[in-house]
């Protein structure tokens, strides 16, 4: 047993580390020939201007008089050139973004293990292939691009990092700085004839990186004044190296300009997530080679923005960022860059259909490049029985052998089975799917004979599965704290407490001192939590701090809801009900808001689950029925009394899996930092202390896992279900679980969604593994049985 435990764990660590070298492994593959268009390309030159953290809308908008905030790119659109929206990918941050434009792919997800600062594969770019490059601006993004580059023929001139200040008196000096350079560096070469021949050189980049705008929004916002005036500043700029390129070539009409961004920017000053104000950025192109503008009538597009921009005269051409280094690579006749994806838009292109259709069959040819090497990388690793042609002949004989298969009630249990399991996924995502997995649940009594022979704790089911179904759709814990909702926890706790102690009164036996007493204490902890809690509420109110006896009170009843429940009986209703109490007088302590009623209806649907599953065992045929009742927990279980395994023991398996998640995700998602709050722990301690506060936090967090688990250790006696046999089928829905996130594992979007991705996935591959331990811990609080003195010895006179 011990060995296949270990394997399993074994194999379970193999796949949580597969994601990472299926995922997050370089797609980057390196060894294509490079491919171009044959024919004469019609510019010799390329100019990209590049508005670092532009929004599309704050360039194409008209200000409140009318009048365009960038007359010069205006007049581009409307006389010159051709336009649209370049649709970014997330993260929209400037080292992906400018891979993007250049190189023509997307982030490489391998660069996690760079800190996302960097790409940690070479690949090939624009700047790479062009005869020359001359760059200006940030060394953040110019250095990338000349250190991957081979040869020596890329120059860059940028600033120093110091001067990409937020709190800068004036940062659209970034700008004229590069404006400045560039005129400069025009000027110089008329006295320098090795630079002037290389300037009149086919094939050649000039990339003017703008930091400006980006750096004006985070400081003041894009809605501010500075970010709008720097768009004017940027503006005039580009009009004036226009005219200073066209006069230093002579107007010679081969060279072909672009005015793009790499992402744009939140209304608070913010980027590298998937908003429209972060995916949207502004794609102007001019010169040669590029269509001029064209009017229309009328434009189909799933947004108003040509209204609203006052543009829906003239033809807007939207592109992936990804496809615009395929169009500078088709400009001026250089090779594609090796790793892109993008695929040309010839839209934009002003040539014969004859070159439009090299280009297009030179995009696929290289495209195709790279499947190749991928193909024959992969090929080399793996086994070859494994490395075959999917063939479709298999869907088809899956089909039809699906459909001579007899319908049974095994296959409708395995229909009913896999929507849970679908549910469950989707909880991950959607805590309401909970509440309609729970609403299922409230139904089960009344679609099997259980209701004819238990209508009482049919209804109690139900009952309490509507009731626990209302959590999920409750916000967020923390988000509305409401300290009367936590005392009203804690009375209703007292209720059912009231009826213990009175049943306890009547009865006449030797231990009735001790259960008593230990019953008493454990009210009288769930009340003085009642009282730390409002009054730590209000001393706190008044800026009075944390009472020094609240403090320690606090930690005394925490301290002691751990031993308490080992000093009860262990008969099966007073063992559970202690730990009840228990955990309650410590998740009072813990709780803000309405999360105090949770452990208690939960416990309640957990009482009601173990008098179901009795009814339950009568379906199979089991010749006495014991009463829950005069069950006893028991260190010592006759393995030889666990039977054999029936359908409906997946169901339980199923239960306990559902009700776990339930636990995990049923106040809010905890996988979240958004759903903790620190106010939680205010009875402890207010002094900020993480690693205190967190494993206060854990606690709470365990708190309906251990709930849970004791209610099914008393599944388990009661229908005399192994552990071995549990596990093996919580083993099958986890990974079954774990298939699905290991699809739904991303490798693209904002890092916060790949970081989310994974952790569902590393969730649901621990879910058999944290069980081991939560059943070892809940066998331990519901067989352990501690005196505190011996029992007294009688002596006859």
């Known amino acids: 047993m011990l060995l296949f435990f270990i394997l399993g764990l074994f194999v379970h660590f193999v796949f949580f580390g597969s994601i990472f070298d299926i995922y997050f492994t370089s797609p980057l593959v390196h060894g294509m020939t490079p491919q171009f268009t044959p024919l004469p390309p019609p510019a010799k030159r390329l100019v990209l201007f590049v508005a670092d953290g532009l929004r599309a809308d704050a360039l194409y908008e008209l200000e409140e008089n009318g009048d365009s905030r960038a007359p010069f790119i205006r007049n581009i659109i409307t006389h010159e050139g051709s336009w649209g929206i370049s649709h970014t990918r997330v993260p929209t941050e400037s080292r992906p973004g400018h891979v993007a434009l250049l190189a023509g792919f997307y982030e490489d997800v391998s660069a996690v293990a760079k800190g996302w600062k960097e790409n940690p594969v070479e690949f090939d770019s624009l700047i790479n292939e062009s005869k020359y490059t001359w760059s200006w601006g940030s060394p953040d993004i110019l250095t990338m691009f000349a250190k991957g580059a081979s040869g020596d023929h890329v120059f860059t001139y940028t600033y120093d990092a110091d001067n990409e200040d937020f709190g800068a008196h004036d940062v659209t000096e970034l700008d004229t700085w590069v404006f400045d350079k560039v005129k400069e560096f025009f ?59 066209e006069h230093f070539y002579g107007n010679d009409g081969k060279t072909a300009f672009i005015f793009t961004s790499d992402h744009g920017m939140t209304d608070w000053g913010a980027h590298g997530a998937g908003h429209p104000s972060e995916t949207l950025t502004p794609f102007v192109t001019w010169g040669a080679g590029i269509k001029y503008p064209q009017k229309v009538s009328a434009q189909k597009f799933d947004d108003v923005f040509l209204k609203e921009w006052e543009l829906e005269s003239w ?25 892109s994806v993008g695929i040309l838009p010839i839209d934009y292109l002003n040539n014969t259909d004859l070159f439009k259709a090299e280009s297009m ?52 249990y395995l229909l009913v089975f896999t929507l849970g399991i679908e549910i469950l996924v989707l909880s991950f995502f959607y805590r309401y799917m909970l509440t309609a997995g729970l609403l299922a649940f409230a139904g089960w009594p009344f679609i099997t004979q259980l209701w004819t022979r238990a209508k009482s704790i049919s209804l109690s089911w139900s009952f309490f599965s509507l009731l626990l179904a209302v959590f999920p759709l409750m916000p967020v814990v923390g988000r509305e704290p409401d300290i009367f909702l936590v005392m009203g926890a804690g009375l209703l706790v007292l209720l059912p407490s009231l009826c213990v102690l009175t049943s306890l009164l ?106 179901m599953e009795q009814e339950t065992l009568q379906q199979h045929g089991v010749s006495h029925k014991q009463k829950v009742t005069s069950v006893q927990f028991t260190c010592n279980t006759d393995i030889a009394q666990f039977r054999q395994l029936y359908l409906d023991d997946l169901r339980r398996a199923f239960f306990l899996v559902f009700f776990l998640v339930t636990a995990f995700f049923g106040t809010g998602n905890i996988a979240s930092l958004n759903s903790f709050d620190l106010a939680s722990v205010y009875c402890f301690l207010t002094v900020f202390s993480p690693f205190m506060m967190g494993a206060l936090m854990m606690w709470k967090i365990l708190i309906p896992f251990i709930l849970v688990m004791c209610a099914f250790e008393a599944v388990q006696l009661t229908t005399q279900l192994s552990s071995k046999s549990l596990f093996l089928m919580v083993l099958v829905i986890s990974d079954i679980m774990a298939l699905h996130f290991f699809f739904l594992v991303k490798d693209y979007g904002s890092w916060l969604d790949i970081g989310t991705s994974i952790s569902h996935y590393v969730i649901v591959m621990s879910m058999t593994i944290v069980l081991v331990f939560l059943n070892g811990l809940a066998h331990l609080l519901t067989t352990k049985k501690l005196k505190l003195c011996g029992k007294p010895k009688s002596h006859l006179i």
């Not at 990388?377 to 001579?404: A, G, N, R, S, Y």
């Open 187 to 245: 000027h110089a070469a008329r006295n320098n004839q090795s630079l002037f021949s290389k300037l009149n050189e086919e094939k050649i980049v000039f990339f003017l990186h703008l930091l400006g705008i980006d750096t004006n929004g985070h400081a003041h916002r894009p809605s501010s004044r500075d970010y709008k005036d720097n768009i004017k500043l940027v503006d005039a700029g580009v009009r004036e190296m226009v005219s200073v390129l």
């Open 315 to 339: 033809k807007r051409h939207d592109v992936r960022q990804a496809d615009i280094a395929p169009l500078m690579a088709s400009l001026i006749g250089v090779p594609f860059p090796l790793n």
């Open 361 to 412: 069959f030179t995009n696929a040819i290289q495209i195709l490049e790279q499947f190749k090497v991928k193909m024959t990388q992969k090929k080399e690793v793996t086994l070859p029985f494994l490395f075959i042609p999917f063939k479709f002949q298999v869907i088809q004989d899956l089909v039809t052998l699906l459909l001579t298969f007899p319908p049974s009630h095994f296959v409708g």
């Open 506 to 611: 009547k009865r006449k036996d030797s231990f009735l001192n001790e259960e008593l007493l230990l019953h008493l204490f454990q009210m009288l902890c769930v009340a003085l939590s009642m009282c730390v809690m409002y009054s730590t509420h209000s001393s706190l109110l008044k800026k009075q701090g944390l009472p020094l006896l609240n403090q320690i009170v606090s930690w005394i009843i925490l301290a002691s809801s751990l031993v308490l429940p080992l000093l009860s009986p262990t008969s099966l209703f007073e063992r559970l009900f202690s730990i009840l109490l228990s955990s309650m007088s410590a998740y009072i302590l813990l709780s803000t808001g309405y999360e105090a009623l949770f452990p208690l209806v939960l416990s309640c649907l957990m009482f009601v689950w173990i008098e």
